[in-house]
């Protein structure tokens, strides 16, 4: 009977031995992911990546329309603006797929800009994969795309009432009680 009793107890410490070990393993990940989350953010916020972002949506139909240019053959200009939100898009492409970033984030966050970019930038790619013969060629970049076209898991956001005000006027100008 001691003998069970001990097994029972040594199984239930490795039980919570397991889920203690579990729970850290997720802490670390999240705890490694943040800062690699927030400098992409910060990338992304950046006047030079906006004024890329910008001309993919604006611009780059309008002056070279979709065709026989791949990305490549665009002026040098114009590839200037391109390739480097192109890039962007592919790299984050890659932390969401390698499970880096969480998907939801980076939806949370930027599935509009990340699903313009895409249909904007898609028919130079694909023409630029097909003169290379590489199907890899910015394949983050389109899984990005893919992910941010699947519905996530929206948080259960809290929401002010409507009506509500922070009225800050007694602070600045304190009320004179009612006579």
Known sequence: MLSFA??????????????????QLNYMRHGTMLPVALD??????????RTCMRYLTEDL?????????????????????????????????LLVAQRVVD???????????????????????????????DPAYYQYFEHLAAVCLRPGKAPELDKVPDGWSYDVTPYVRPRKPAS
């Open 103 to 133: 998907p939801d984030v980076v939806r949370g966050f930027m599935n509009h800009s990340i699903l313009r970019a895409w249909d904007r930038t898609a028919p130079y790619i694909r023409v630029e994969r097909a003169r290379r013969n």
């Open 40 to 49: 992409m953010f910060a990338e992304f916020r950046t006047p030079q990546f």
């Open 61 to 93: 139909h309008r002056e070279h329309p979709p065709g026989e240019e791949g990305i490549l053959s665009l002026p040098d200009d114009v590839r200037a603006l391109v390739v480097p939100a192109v890039s962007y898009f592919n790299n984050l492409g």
């Open 6 to 23: 001990s097994l029972v107890v040594a199984a239930l410490a490795l039980l919570v031995s397991a889920g203690v070990a579990w729970r």
